[in-house]
DNA sequence: CGATGACTTGACTGCTGTCAACGTGCGTGG
DNA sequence: CCACGCACGTTGACAGCAGTCAAGTCATCG
């Protein structure tokens, strides 16, 4: 099982363990990691930066710059968003633990948007050039890496299907129908969770203004669908979501 | 530089060459070829299938079907769609020359979508299997397929961004300008070109009624911006088309 | 030349954006 | 501990853009 000596945990300031190895951590199964051999394990493991955990508002990387590094989030969560000529702010993702940002960054050389921590969050640093390296004696890295990114833009295409074409009340749906299966593939609860983005970064993303957003939560509640208290959002009938959702329900879908 | 010898070439049916080699082909400084040694180029070429022309409204692949194989359209183009629960069709994506079809099925093992020709199309098969064994011979080869998907998924965020939050003109122009890029990218006219895909394809992709579309061509025509007749589009003001798209234009921005 | 499908144009309705005011919770500081 | 302020979220009124329905025009092909 390749764990490593605890003498090698280096606790930060604030008490979490930066060095958590990859095949200790809990989000090895949906991460990089993913069909890798253990012994390769330990390489990935070198190369990758365990950072000290990023506050709420900071960003992990702006638009313009330079690409060198990859990220997977271990804890929290990021949105991305690029800012539009005339100074609009258009969300682009949101990014749970397990998840890797700045792929599409990989094409430019750049970061073409930004990531912000919505809540305190972890990330592993990968660096890029040196993950390309490994991946030159390890073959199933940059396999994985094609099955991530694969993931990633069908992912997107799904999104992409949501925003071309349906209502507000099915955009919203799919939102949160496939924030619930994420949750539930991180071992978290499916039907419970909290919304670590604010209701303008929902409507944002989603093409939709927040007082609609707003409405929309609450005809949900009156429909008794769900309960919404807050950020804190409990799904009481999942069956009735996915089928305002329609097919689109999201991620590995 | 590699040419094939003559007799090598086995024309088909309908008089086109099946066996043009990459090295050969007008489009391998946009395809997957970018970056790899020609002595490399020839074991590429050797797992490449190149099938018969695909007639329009043919399938290149449906959805469920196992994934097998990546396409490089070599000429015309295709479109990819998936169908909705109650049996609406939602189209995901429009395919030039150059561009590579079905990354989106390696995560899955199967095509979540299907592809089908908007015209008569000639298409490289690439056997996927294969691709990734050669792949781990020529490392320039994974690299440049991340590379390829990531573009890929960077013109999706744009398009997110396009459906996310913009009206119908911004969305039309934005489309007309990602297509004038993609058409100057490969050597025809960025501001004179035939819309291979119908005003219903267009509508659905930009998720806008047909009459919508119409009714913006008809606008954009009247401003002087563009000109319409049927199928071929003259962009007459790029620069306003572009500032009506905002920032969103399109692929490789 | 007629049939068919693609596209256009018009009238009307309704969803959703905008503007505005108000409520709520949380953190700060007294 | 309480009061205040601020950010976030909710609710209401209204208007406009775009969807829907319907009819008509145009091009292509047999």
């Given at each position: 099982m390749n764990r490593p000596h605890p003498s090698r945990a280096e606790p930060s300031a604030?008490?979490?363990?930066?060095?958590?190895?990859c095949g200790d951590c809990s989000l090895n199964a949906l991460c990089l990691p993913v069909g890798i051999a253990s012994e390769d394990l330990a390489e990935l493991d070198q190369i990758i930066r365990r950072r000290r955990p990023i506050a709420r508002g900071d960003h992990l990387f702006v638009c313009g710059?330079?690409?060198?590094s990859i990220y997977a989030v271990r804890s929290g969560s990021l949105k991305t968003y690029r800012m539009t000529e005339d100074g609009r702010e258009q969300v682009t993702g949101f990014f749970l633990p397990g998840e890797i940002v700045g792929f599409d960054a990989i094409g430019h050389g750049e970061h073409r948007c930004a990531a912000r921590a919505l809540e305190t969050a972890g990330v592993c640093e990968i660096p890029f050039e040196e993950l390309e390296m490994l991946g030159e004696r390890i073959p199933s890295l940059p396999k994985q890496m094609l099955r991530i990114m694969s993931r990633e833009m069908h992912d997107d295409h799904l999104l992409l299907m949501l925003l071309g074409k349906r209502t507000a009340d099915e955009r919203l749906a799919a939102f949160l129908v496939s924030l619930s299966q994420r949750f539930g593939a991180r071992g978290y609860s499916a039907s419970e969770f909290n919304l670590s983005m604010s209701r303008v970064d929902i409507g944002n993303y989603l093409g939709l203004a927040v007082e609609t957003v707003s409405r929309l939560f609450g005809r949900l509640q009156e429909q008794g669908i769900l309960e919404v208290r807050h950020r804190l959002v409990r799904l009481l009938s999942p069956a009735h979501l996915r089928a305002l959702a329609g097919v689109a329900t999201g991620p590995y879908n």
């Open positions: 604030d008490g979490a363990d930066l060095r958590v190895a710059d330079r690409f060198r």
